[in-house]
């Protein structure tokens, strides 16, 4: 076997089953050898920003990690904003980088460049292989790497002699890493926080969002009596009918510091201590309010569900919440589309078990009210905030859950930037249905220049948050990548092609213009 | 003023007039600071790669800098690929990056990056402001960077805080430094070479590649009877009637290799020593034929015209080239449409002082057999390797030369990288037609596998070079951004379509399937 082959079966041996890929010449090894590894498949992206947005998404929700493969420098930096959103996520994906041979690079050809400069920002381990005989180990390095809870991006530089010349056998799979369970005393503290005067927050996050988490969390909070609320941006939460209802923090600063004002006690569980998205002058970065006391339960990389239901028993709490959320969706609204009403149709529709993709942005503020209290889902957000995350995510978890239906709640200005992604779930016949909240604009963008005091943009500033000149055509965009694609206007047709769509396999748009 | 305009304005004083941009919050005080800045427009893309491309087009046609603005990292991330380019084009290109203000940095908020590392790899020049007071200075050295004949791509990552404070006045513009001359005895050295026994190729790239280089070097081979090749990948190169025929060297290492057989002298005026795009197992990195002498004549950043004209004095070369290119186009070609059909409808029809963006990849080798025999044109090709630079540079290209009309020659697959281009072509109404070649594959990459040996490629070797399943609808993903489009497969109808794009104003596409 060749290096290829030999670094592949090791990732295939050690459980990663697909490989999101946009290979060229200096990947022609790779390319091959993926025919002579047992138990890994290639799946094409017409653009880097999609393979790696669906590494993250497949990670999010198979709970293990997925491969890329990209070409050279150029081909990973067109997906470096999908993986600075995967590391945000803490998901689990390696990354294969091809490089030209190692007896090549002092020719400085067209294509090579600093790889490794590229590609630390957003990786938590970078290391460039040496040769075909160690290929194997580095992949189960890096294998080893993006496995270390609750998850990391590895990125392995390959040069191409390294993947040609021969190399024995895979190398065995690592073992994989565990969380390291929280001291004892880091749960006495929290149950000390959470029980003493004064208001007091769970604030949960990362690995606390799942059905087990949230449970626990639950549990104390009932126990004690203190709020609990999870981070602005899960890379998934479960939420619905049968969980717990969990406050959201809020995106802007000075909504967190009303959300939190008064609050003398924070006890985070696998979520960091809130900070400003972006900073505002006048307002601070970090959004504890003065006074309030910061306790550490569990950081992300700990055994977040673990120290959740240490603390349960900590404080005496019962074996289960006694107040979960039940499915209260339904309503037929009717009339013009708005965001309002778009969230409800979409949180009335969708089934048990959807996985809710929502790059949204301003667009999906509807349906983060009526979808708490609809049937049980899963929702993944834009953990970095590098927009185009939405529909690569959402093909990314099609591949990972085939037996459950994907919703893309998309925004139309982010979703243009990997809008390559549609052609991908054409391919896969993906159960991908996006929902395209069309309202031609940059509107966070328009929010922000208001909050700027920019009562009137000039032509410029108004030229670059607009989207209506020329509107984009949706429907054509997606037809044209073979996806079927409908528009809908009001809440009726919204709620009657979403159906249609939900009831049928394979991807389907539709553009629902607010 | 405030920082934002005290540098927007030095940079419209020294003469940028035109900047790409695709911001976000971060860049808030740059997008209101537009519309108090006198001589600079914003042109928004609706992906970074656009900017960035277009940015390259602009400044290759325009001979001076264009700039972008892009949105933190992860929006300088999506731009990469195509600096990539430029800076291997050597465009005069300089990006603003916006960043968190200073003092929000250290909350690690989710758009944090290391923007220097991301941004090093791409640029010959990267400074991180430290105040508003110093704003405009950085802005004036950024603009010197980039000015550095022939052009150099430059990084200023701006904080939030520096655009938004109090600044005094926009800085003096700087000098527009000039490409250092060569030395008497690099000419005499060259001149020398091309008349010492043997074969001799006077190899020109870069600078060499306008009006001017071109018929000093045609001069000089004629004097002393060398031949006369350029560079496989030209960032802009001056071609048709009334030019003189030059060579291009070809693209694979073989067909290189063979062309330079026993050629004893190459000279070397703005172009690079030979090397191969990619490294073959078997063949050498450097293509220069065993025993050869390489002299340089000068360096891209020399004063290479200059050179070129000691140099045909200096041969006692005529005071113009006898043999220069007559406008054979013409003919009308009929059948299915194939790559040579496709070449010679184009060679026939691009009028005269027609800008050609060819990145067909293998789809223009029709064209580049028909093209040199045309009427007087411009061509730019794909300089860095990083797909996905056809349309983006078409845009700028027509922004810098509104008088004439663009060209694409773009392939599919590397048209779907940045296919967001043709929205601005729509609202910026530019004369940009969009040839689409059509294969429905990664062609190159199946010539590629072949080369490797791979006769029947298996199922995920297929999958990864094939775009058929779905095919992509060119015409639709036109539309869809407000661009009229037609398909045409016959030489006839490409004809009729192309001869109909070419008389109105405005773009449009035609999707050509090869």
Not at 9 to 17: N, S
Not at 183 to 204: C, F, M, N, W
Not at 236 to 243: S, T
Request: proline share 8%; charged share 20%.
């Amino acid at each position: 076997m060749n290096g290829a082959e030999s670094l592949l079966q090791t990732l295939a041996d050690g459980g990663v089953e697909v490989c999101f890929a946009n290979p060229g010449t200096t990947e022609m090894p790779f390319v091959t050898a993926f025919d002579r590894t047992k138990g890994l498949r290639a799946i094409l992206g017409l653009f880097e920003g999609v393979c790696t947005g669906a590494a993250d998404g497949y990670a999010r929700m198979a709970g293990k990690p997925a491969a890329t493969l990209l070409h050279l420098g150029p081909g990973m930096a067109n997906g470096l904003a999908n993986l600075h959103n995967a590391r945000r996520a803490r998901s689990s994906v390696i990354n294969l980088i091809g490089d030209h041979p190692t007896w090549h690079l002092e020719a400085d050809a067209p294509l090579t460049s600093d790889i490794v400069s590229l590609a630390s920002p957003v990786s938590d381990w970078v290391r460039t292989n040496e040769s075909a005989a160690t290929l194997a180990a580095d992949g189960a390095a890096a294998l080893e790497a993006s496995l270390v809870p609750p998850g990391q991006v590895a990125t392995l530089i390959v040069p191409h002699d390294s993947q040609l010349e021969a190399a024995d056998r895979p190398a065995p799979p690592p073992a994989r890493p565990t969380a390291p369970p929280v001291e004892e005393a880091a749960v006495a503290t929290a149950a000390g926080a959470l029980r003493s005067d004064g208001e007091a927050v769970l604030l949960i996050g990362g690995p606390a969002l799942g059905e087990r988490g949230l449970m626990a969390a639950a549990r104390t909070a009932e126990a004690v009596g203190c709020r609990l609320i999870h981070e602005t941006f899960a890379a998934r939460i479960e939420r619905g009918a049968g969980l717990p209802l969990v406050e959201r923090l809020p995106y802007f600063p000075e909504q967190v510091l009303a959300t939190l004002e008064g609050v003398s006690n924070i006890v985070l569980a696998g979520a960091l201590s809130p900070v400003s998205f972006f900073g505002y002058p006048g307002l601070p970065s970090r959004l504890v309010p003065e006074g309030a006391v910061v306790s550490v339960l569990a950081e992300p990389r700990d055994d977040v569900e673990g120290a959740l239901e240490a603390l349960a028993e900590a404080v005496g709490a019962k074996s289960r919440p006694e107040r979960l959320a039940v499915n209260a969706a339904g309503g037929s609204p009717s009339g013009p589309l708005d965001i309002e009403n778009l969230g409800q149709v979409v949180a009335t529709l969708q089934p048990e078990g959807a996985i809710v993709v929502d790059e949204a942005a301003t667009s999906s503020l509807g349906h983060a009210v009526y979808s708490p209290t609809s049937r049980p889902h899963t929702t993944m957000t834009l953990t970095g905030g590098a927009i185009g995350q939405g529909m690569p995510c959402a093909v990314g978890a099609a591949i990972a859950c085939p037996e459950r239906r994907v919703i893309a709640l998309q925004a139309d200005g982010s979703g243009m930037y990997t809008l390559q992604a549609l052609w991908t779930m054409a391919r896969e016949s993906l159960d991908v249905t996006v929902v395209l909240c069309a309202n031609r604009s940059y509107r966070v963008l328009q929010f922000e220049l208001a909050r700027a005091g920019v009562a009137e943009p000039g032509p410029n500033a108004a030229t670059l948050t607009d989207l209506t000149e020329p509107a984009l055509d949706w429907v054509a965009l997606a037809k044209g990548q073979g996806v079927p694609a409908v528009r809908v206007d009001t809440a009726e047709t919204l709620a009657e092609e979403l159906g249609r769509a939900l009831a049928e396999p394979g991807p389907a748009l539709i553009e629902a213009l607010v």
